[in-house]
Structure formats: C-alpha cells, structure tokens
C-alpha cells in the first residue's frame, strides 16, 4: 500500500480524443501507423504549444519517437506517459525545459535512459516515476543529480546493488518506493545520514544485509518517518535491530517482514510512536511478547506471527493496552497455555489467529462477546473439550478453523434450532439464524459422530465445507443442493452410507468435492459439474459404481460361468502351489534344525529306524497271513 500525496488527478491536455477545430483541419491532421499516434503540419512534424505546462500522455500508443516532438516545450512542469509503448534505450534528452518538475514514465519497457553527461535540464525535478520497466543492474550515476528530487519511485524493475550508495547524494527526498527489485539495503540505514526529509519507504521485496556500518555506536537520524514498508529476506540468521529505529517517533506504518531481527519483542517501538496503527514484525526472530508501558490508542493492526515467542498470554491484558486493535495474529510461535478469556473484551477485533502453537485447554465461552470477529483460526494447537454454545451468538463470523485439535462434541443433533460444527481445530454451536452469515466451516480431523444436520444446506453463502476425517454415519442431505456458491465440499474419510444425492450435480460452481473412503454405495451420477471429478474423488466406497470408478454398475451375465471355470482353476492352482511350498519349507526346516542339534538328529535317527523296523515286520507279518490264508 503506497501513499502517493503528489499525483495530479487532473490532466491539462488529453491526447486520448483528438479534436481539431475546423478552422485547422486544411493545415493540420491525424495520422496513425503502427498503433502509434503521428502528428503532421503539412510537410512539417506536429509542434505542441508552446505555452504547455501540464501534458498528459498516458494511455495510449506512443513510441520512443514521441521524445523528439517535446524539445520545443520550454514550459513544460507535468509529463505523465504512463502505459504506453516505450522500449529499450529512452533518449529524453529533448527534454531541455529547466522547469519539469514532474515525470512518470511508469509501465513500460524501458531498460535504459540516453541523457547527457549531466542531464542539465532536469535539475529542478521533484518526481520520477519508472516503475513496472524493465531496469537492470546497478543505478546508473545520472540518478545522483537530481538533487531536488522529492519523490522516486523505482518499484518493480530488476535493479540491483547497494541502494543506500547509490541515492546517498538524494538528500531532499521525502518519498522512496523499490519495491520488488533486488537492491541490498544496508540494515545500518547509514547511507540515508543526511535524508532530512525522508518520510516515506517502500523497499518489500528485496534484501536487507548486515553492513559495516551496523557495528558502528548508535547515530541519530535527521529524519522522521511515517511509513518503512521493508519486508524483506536476508542470508543472515539474526540480525541487530537497526539503532535508527530507537530514535523514530512519527511512525504510523511498520512492516520489517523476515529481517531476522533479534532479542525480545520491542515494545519500546509501541512506547516512542503513539500514532502507530499498522505494525507488522512477522518471520523475525523475536523470542519473548511484552506490553508497552502504557495503553496504545491507535494500534489497529498487530502481526507477530512465525517468530520463536513461547510462554502463556494468560499473564497479560492485551485488551487493556490495544482496546481498538481489529487484527491480531500471534500465529506459528511457541506459545502455549490456555486462551485468555479477557480477549472476550476486544469487541472491536475483525481478525484472532493463534493457530499453529502450544494452546492447550477449553475454548472459553467468553470469545462470543467478540461482536465484530469475522475469522477466527485455532488450528493446529492441543484445545480439548466442548466448544461453547455461547458462540452461536457470534452473528459476524465467517471464517472458523478448528482443525488439528482434541475437541469432542459427541454428536451433531439433527435440530432445527442449532448445529454443532467443528472447524480447524475447534467446534462450535449455531442456531439456525447464523448460518447464513458463515462463509467459510472446516471441521475436519475432530471427533465428530452422528448424522450430518440438514440444516447446514441453508449455507447458502458458505464457499468452502470441509467435514472429513470424523465419525459422520448417515446418508448425505439432500439439502446440500441448495448450496449453490459452494466451491469446495469434502466429505471424505467418514462412515457415511446411502447414495449421493443426484441433486449435487446442479452445483455449478462446485471445483472440489471429496467423497472418499465412506461407506456409500449406487451409481454416479455423471453429468453437469460431477462431469469434471476424478476417481480419487470417490475411492474406498466398496459399493459406489460406474464412471470415473472402474467398478461396473452392470456387468454383463454371459461373463459369470466363465469367470466361475476360471475361478475354479485359479482357485486348484493355487491350492497346489501353496502345498508345495508349505510341504518344501517343512522339509528344509526339518533338516536345517537336524543339521543345526546333533542330539535332535541321533534321536531322530534312531525313531526313524523304529518306525521302519515296526512298518517292515508289520507288513511282513500281514503278507505272510495272506499266504497262509491263500493256501488254505
């Protein structure tokens, strides 16, 4: 978010409708070739007038040559050529007005400028505006004499290099924007020692480095920032906070995004910028949270999420010190302990998110005074218990994460009134009356049993519905064909039964859908949305059929006595098969235990010479009766 408080909102000339008066039609007209505009006086180029201060370009189909028709401008101040078709090297050196103090050639492609040695005519300029080019490398030195530069906005090129080196010289500058380029910024600040008026900086996107200068002793700045925007990435895995920031007092708007910064939270920071409303110092390393000194009036905005903050927030009184904060993100910390209640009293805060961390215990009852919260995510923690019937009452909410908890409801009583519902890590009651107001429910990896209530088809604002990994039994309410801007609906790894609904296939707007691994049976329905859905999307239902499943839903009846003969015959084969190897593991066991026990192996022998000595006299004894018996 830039704060721009010098763009004109008003364009002097407008070359987007050309008009002409009549009187000018036999001498003067409109030629276009290219897609590019060309002025023609008879035989000579078209002149702008002379007297010209403010020319507005913007819009159109301009090439580099436009630059040539604007030498003869002498008092030209504004020249906005935004969106056009400007590419490569620009020469501007035509543009000799010493009085241009605005120019914005923003969203083009130029790579580079062709200016002479000192750029004489444009020394008195105090806005320039090349964002969204296509800029390489390193400043270029020209950048150095624009000593009355006010506002520089290089965002969005490829530039790279020292950026506090290259604009050290750009001492009258109160507003720089470089954003997503690849500059180096100094953590020290030191190179901007002499920026008096620097006020506003928009540096997201690029890389802050630890410099010679952050060993220095602490030096104090001559300027007093509103805004530094500077969420950035650095190589370094902790970094010192910069001492500059000690000494800002005017501060409305910090962002320090994965500087790295170490130590404890500064809440000194809270303490000198009273006006302070938006503080980001996400992806930090910051380790303790403290509380300013003192209630903070204007806070609105508070992100220490992904940092290494551990301990309870039970021990403070957060609402006390921010009583008009509206978001708060504490997510991805260490922090662990039960939910304050006290945040019951925050009734102006939109946004909780304390997913991600160490919360253990019940949610308390007491969110449901939280009138104006609209998301709510308490993923991934270690909450147990019943979600409180309280936060029914909670008619804002849109967005509710529970998941990846311990909480158990038992059931979800089929009632007309209220429906019991788990998301990300938690569950909650609604009656019926705030259904309608819910836009996003995953209640998914909870304990949840019974039937699905048909209530929740009256969601019908609600995008995403995500109830798997439960217990649910039941068939599938036909009541969800009314849920006609759900994108997303997963139902799967569940014990539900039944057919699914034909009804389904007239949600159009329906990208997702997850049925996976219940217990239900029929056929698909294939036809409108149900067209687009794979057969991951209905896996594990033993009894479900037909396309995209491989199962048939009619198998053909002259296939069965085959498929029984060829059963047969497997089922021999496989019989003979496995005797054989049980009958020839025996026998290798057998011997393997002989080799291995010489007593087994003598005792075996000498059964084995019993055994044939009794079968031999046996048999010899059986013959000779037959004899005797045949004889007689």
């Given at each position: 978010?830039?704060?721009?408080?010098?763009?004109k909102?008003?364009?002097?000339?407008?070359?987007?409708?050309?008009?002409?008066?009549?009187?000018n039609?036999?001498?003067?007209?409109?030629?276009?070739?290219?897609?590019?505009?060309?002025?023609?006086?008879g035989?000579?180029?078209?002149?702008?007038?002379?007297?010209?201060?403010?020319?507005?370009?913007?819009?159109?189909?301009?090439?580099?040559?436009?630059?040539?028709?604007?030498?003869?401008?002498r008092?030209?101040k504004?020249?906005?050529?935004?969106?056009?078709?400007?590419?490569g090297s620009?020469?501007?050196?035509?543009l000799?007005?010493?009085?241009?103090?605005?120019?914005?050639?923003?969203?083009?492609?130029?790579t580079?400028?062709?200016?002479?040695?000192?750029?004489?005519g444009?020394?008195?300029?105090?806005?320039?505006?090349?964002?969204?080019?296509?800029?390489?490398?390193?400043?270029?030195?020209?950048?150095?004499?624009?000593?009355?530069?006010?506002?520089?906005?290089?965002?969005?090129?490829?530039?790279?290099?020292?950026?506090?080196?290259?604009?050290?010289?750009?001492?009258?500058?109160?507003?720089?924007?470089?954003?997503?380029?690849?500059?180096?910024?100094?953590i020290?600040?030191?190179?901007?020692?002499?920026?008096?008026?620097?006020?506003?900086?928009?540096?997201?996107?690029?890389?802050?480095?630890?410099?010679?200068?952050?060993?220095?002793?602490?030096?104090?700045?001559?300027?007093?920032?509103?805004?530094?925007?500077?969420?950035?990435?650095?190589?370094?895995?902790?970094?010192?906070?910069?001492?500059?920031?000690?000494?800002?007092?005017?501060?409305?708007?910090?962002?320090?995004?994965?500087?790295?910064?170490?130590g404890e939270?500064?809440?000194?920071?809270?303490?000198?910028?009273?006006?302070?409303?938006?503080?980001?110092?996400?992806?930090?390393?910051?380790?303790?949270?403290?509380?300013?000194?003192?209630?903070?009036?204007?806070?609105?905005?508070?992100?220490?999420?992904d940092?290494?903050?551990?301990?309870?927030?039970?021990?403070?009184?957060?609402?006390?010190?921010?009583?008009?904060?509206?978001?708060?993100?504490?997510?991805?910390?260490?922090?662990?302990?039960?939910?304050?209640?006290?945040?019951?009293?925050?009734?102006?805060?939109?946004?909780?998110?304390?997913?991600?961390n160490?919360?253990?215990?019940?949610?308390?009852?007491?969110?449901?005074?939280?009138?104006?919260?609209?998301?709510?995510?308490?993923?991934n923690?270690?909450?147990?218990?019943?979600?409180?019937?309280?936060?029914?009452?909670?008619?804002?909410?849109?967005?509710?994460?529970?998941?990846?908890?311990?909480?158990?409801?038992?059931?979800?009583?089929?009632?007309?009134?209220?429906?019991?519902?788990?998301?990300?890590?938690?569950?909650?009651?609604?009656?019926?009356?705030?259904?309608?107001y819910?836009?996003?429910?995953?209640l998914?990896?909870?304990?949840?049993?019974?039937?699905?209530?048909?209530?929740?088809?009256?969601?019908?604002?609600?995008?995403?519905?995500?109830?798997?990994?439960?217990?649910?039994?039941?068939k599938?309410?036909?009541t969800?064909?009314?849920?006609?801007?759900?994108?997303?609906l997963?139902?799967?790894?569940?014990?539900?039964?039944?057919?699914?609904?034909?009804?389904?296939?007239?949600?159009?707007?329906?990208?997702?859908?997850?049925?996976?691994y219940?217990?239900?049976?029929?056929?698909?329905?294939?036809?409108?949305?149900?067209l687009?859905?794979?057969?991951?999307?209905?896996?594990?239902?033993?009894?479900?059929?037909?396309?995209?499943?491989?199962?048939?839903?009619?198998?053909?009846?002259?296939?069965?006595?085959?498929?029984?003969?060829?059963?047969?015959?497997?089922?021999?084969?496989?019989?003979?098969?496995?005797?054989?190897?049980?009958?020839?593991?025996?026998?290798?066991?057998?011997?393997?235990?002989?080799?291995?026990?010489?007593?087994?192996?003598?005792?075996?022998?000498?059964?084995?010479?019993?055994?044939?000595?009794?079968?031999?006299?046996?048999?010899?004894?059986?013959?000779?009766?037959?004899?005797?018996?045949?004889?007689?």
């Amino acid at each position: 978010m830039h704060i721009n408080i010098f763009e004109k909102d008003i364009e002097s000339i407008s070359v987007r409708h050309h008009r002409f008066n009549k009187k000018n039609e036999e001498r003067q007209h409109l030629k276009t070739t290219n897609n590019n505009w060309m002025y023609h006086a008879g035989k000579e180029e078209f002149a702008w007038p002379s007297n010209l201060q403010f020319l507005g370009l913007s819009g159109n189909s301009f090439n580099n040559e436009v630059f040539s028709s604007l030498s003869g401008i002498r008092h030209l101040k504004f020249l906005y050529i935004r969106r056009n078709q400007l590419k490569g090297s620009l020469d501007i050196s035509g543009l000799s007005s010493s009085n241009l103090e605005i120019l914005d050639f923003s969203q083009n492609d130029i790579t580079n400028f062709v200016v002479n040695q000192d750029w004489p005519g444009l020394k008195m300029l105090k806005e320039l505006s090349i964002s969204y080019n296509e800029f390489k490398g390193p400043l270029q030195p020209y950048f150095a004499n624009f000593s009355s530069l006010r506002k520089l906005d290089l965002s969005n090129n490829n530039f790279t290099g020292n950026i506090g080196s290259s604009l050290a010289s750009l001492t009258s500058l109160e507003y720089l924007a470089f954003d997503g380029n690849q500059f180096e910024v100094p953590i020290s600040f030191t190179p901007f020692f002499n920026h008096s008026n620097l006020k506003f900086i928009y540096g997201n996107g690029n890389k802050v480095i630890l410099d010679s200068h952050s060993s220095m002793k602490k030096w104090v700045p001559k300027f007093q920032l509103q805004v530094l925007s500077l969420s950035s990435t650095t190589e370094s895995h902790s970094l010192p906070i910069p001492s500059f920031l000690h000494y800002q007092y005017n501060l409305t708007y910090l962002d320090i995004t994965g500087c790295k910064l170490e130590g404890e939270f500064p809440k000194w920071l809270l303490e000198n910028n009273t006006k302070m409303t938006y503080l980001v110092l996400k992806n930090c390393s910051f380790t303790q949270f403290q509380l300013p000194s003192y209630p903070h009036l204007h806070l609105a905005e508070m992100n220490v999420s992904d940092n290494a903050i551990s301990g309870q927030i039970t021990r403070y009184t957060i609402s006390s010190f921010f009583p008009n904060l509206e978001n708060l993100d504490m997510s991805e910390n260490a922090i662990n302990g039960s939910i304050p209640r006290e945040f019951g009293r925050m009734t102006l805060l939109q946004k909780l998110d304390l997913s991600n961390n160490h919360l253990s215990g019940q949610i308390p009852h007491e969110l449901s005074n939280m009138s104006s919260l609209q998301t709510l995510d308490l993923s991934n923690n270690h909450l147990s218990g019943e979600v409180p019937h309280e936060l029914s009452n909670m008619s804002s909410l849109q967005t509710l994460d529970l998941s990846n908890n311990h909480l158990n409801i038992g059931s979800l009583p089929n009632v007309q009134e209220r429906a019991n519902l788990t998301s990300k890590r938690r569950t909650d009651t609604y009656v019926a009356s705030i259904l309608a107001y819910m836009s996003e429910i995953d209640l998914s990896h909870n304990k949840l049993k019974g039937n699905i209530p048909s209530e929740l088809g009256n969601l019908t604002r609600i995008h995403s519905l995500n109830l798997s990994h439960n217990f649910l039994t039941g068939k599938i309410p036909t009541t969800f064909s009314k849920l006609h801007q759900t994108e997303s609906l997963d139902l799967s790894f569940n014990k539900l039964s039944g057919e699914i609904p034909t009804q389904l296939s007239e949600l159009t707007f329906l990208s997702s859908f997850n049925v996976s691994y219940n217990n239900l049976s029929g056929a698909i329905e294939r036809k409108e949305q149900f067209l687009t859905f794979e057969e991951s999307c209905f896996i594990g239902n033993p009894l479900l059929c037909g396309p995209p499943l491989a199962r048939s839903c009619n198998p053909a009846p002259d296939v069965l006595p085959n498929d029984s003969d060829i059963g047969s015959w497997v089922d021999m084969l496989v019989f003979c098969v496995t005797f054989a190897v049980s009958y020839t593991s025996f026998l290798l066991v057998t011997a393997a235990a002989l080799y291995i026990n010489p007593y087994w192996r003598q005792l075996s022998f000498y059964y084995a010479e019993l055994v044939s000595l009794n079968c031999f006299y046996f048999i010899k004894d059986s013959l000779c009766k037959l004899c005797k018996i045949g004889n007689a």
